[in-house]
């Protein structure tokens, strides 16, 4: 682990808003840190652009194989829930200058904590953030064969999304240390370093649905609402299953499966849905909801979904629509149940295919 070359000042106005602590610093880096009385512990501090569940898992299994002394402080922009709990879990201790979360572990310390005055990082601040056009071309790289050497050509293609633009999304990306960059001019290529790591920040900045519509089919089971789902074809509008439900799918975890999540053009009024499938629109006792959002980029990705057992419904009547596996995982990770533990299965997947 490699130290900073100085401990950043967001740190050290973070540490100084905790109360019942004292540290000092005596090296570029490093500080001694102790709370009230007690003993003294060196922390390194280690500047991380980004950090993954993946990584934060690989930087637990070092500090286990190596004889704890100086203890690292993960200075990071922000991190997944998830991915705090593996820090938790392994011992090691972060401070992150978005969010102002604060945690520090030593013997005899246990600081976990969130400075509620941290200074907010405004979207404005943060070059090319990951939604809407941008978020489509982290979705075509998340997408992409982890072999494929990356072009811009290729993604704006892909994207139908300029080339300024997606060359820098490719700029702020190589300097989190995402992307790898190879060659120069118009040799230039990259190839996909951090996986994890892009999944995470795509989520973080992708924008929430705008519209969600709640309505009641009356069905057998969730299952036979599936089955009935190719009859929005008739809506000569593009739709997809999404949400904890596309991850399900793509992942089977549930005994049973969720209710069905639609993303529907936004132009189609949710009512249609519910009038083509013999439905209503309600205020409670749902089981199936329309997400619908302005420009539709969620659903340029989508594809049929045929599953190893063949497809759902009626082909004469066409198959489902399915948004794409990335998008499904950072739509269902902050989910209610158990959608994050279908999101977590479903990124295993991704990451053991990627490689």
């Known amino acids: 682990m490699l130290r900073t070359s100085s401990v950043p000042s967001w740190v050290i106005r973070i540490l100084r808003q905790i109360h019942g602590i004292?540290?000092?610093?005596?090296?570029?880096?490093?500080?001694?840190?102790?709370?009230?009385?007690?003993?003294?512990?060196?922390?390194?501090?280690?500047?991380?652009?980004?950090?993954?569940?993946?990584?934060?898992?690989?930087?637990?299994?070092?500090?286990?194989?190596?004889?704890?002394?100086?203890?690292?402080?993960?200075?990071?922009?922000?991190?997944?829930?998830?991915?705090?709990?593996?820090?938790?879990?392994?011992?090691?201790?972060?401070?992150?200058?978005?969010?102002?979360?604060?945690?520090?572990?030593?013997?005899?310390?246990?600081?976990?904590?969130?400075?509620?005055?941290?200074?907010?990082?405004?979207?404005?601040?943060?070059?090319?953030?990951?939604?809407?056009?941008?978020?489509?071309?982290?979705?075509?790289?998340?997408?992409?064969?982890?072999?494929?050497?990356?072009?811009?050509?290729?993604?704006?293609?892909?994207?139908?999304?300029?080339?300024?633009l997606v060359s820098r999304v490719f700029r702020r990306l190589t300097n989190l240390g995402i992307l790898d960059e190879h060659g120069a001019g118009p040799n230039r290529y990259w190839h996909l370093k951090d996986f994890g790591a892009l999944l995470e920040l795509w989520g973080q900045e992708e924008r929430q649905v705008e519209r969600v519509t709640n309505l009641y089919v009356w069905s057998r089971s969730p299952q036979a609402l599936y089955e009935r789902l190719p009859k929005l074809h008739d809506l000569k509008a593009q739709w997809a299953i999404a949400g904890v439900a596309a991850a399900n799918l793509y992942a089977p975890t549930l005994s049973t499966a969720p209710n069905p999540i639609i993303r529907l053009d936004a132009a189609v009024p949710a009512k249609e849905v519910a009038s083509l499938l013999a439905g209503e629109v309600v205020d409670k006792g749902a089981n199936l909801e329309v997400w619908q959002t302005a420009g539709n980029l969620a659903l340029q990705k989508a594809k049929p979904w045929m599953s190893t057992a063949g497809a759902i419904g009626d082909p004469a009547g066409g198959l489902l629509q399915i948004i794409s596996r990335p998008r499904a995982y950072i739509e269902s990770i902050a989910g209610p149940g158990r959608a994050p533990e279908v999101a977590q299965n479903l990124r295993e997947r991704m990451i053991s295919t990627h490689g």
């Open 22 to 164: 004292s540290f000092t610093q005596i090296e570029p880096g490093a500080f001694y840190l102790s709370v009230a009385e007690g003993k003294r512990f060196k922390f390194s501090v280690q500047l991380l652009n980004v950090l993954s569940r993946e990584k934060a898992g690989d930087l637990v299994e070092e500090w286990n194989r190596r004889a704890h002394g100086e203890r690292p402080l993960f200075a990071v922009r922000h991190i997944s829930a998830h991915t705090r709990e593996v820090l938790r879990a392994g011992g090691l201790s972060w401070v992150e200058g978005q969010t102002g979360i604060c945690h520090i572990v030593a013997p005899g310390i246990l600081i976990d904590t969130r400075v509620e005055d941290a200074e907010q990082e405004e979207s404005t601040s943060v070059p090319s953030r990951l939604r809407d056009r941008s978020g489509l071309i982290a979705e075509a790289l998340l997408s992409m064969d982890q072999n494929c050497a990356i072009r811009v050509s290729a993604i704006t293609k892909q994207t139908q999304v300029s080339a300024g």
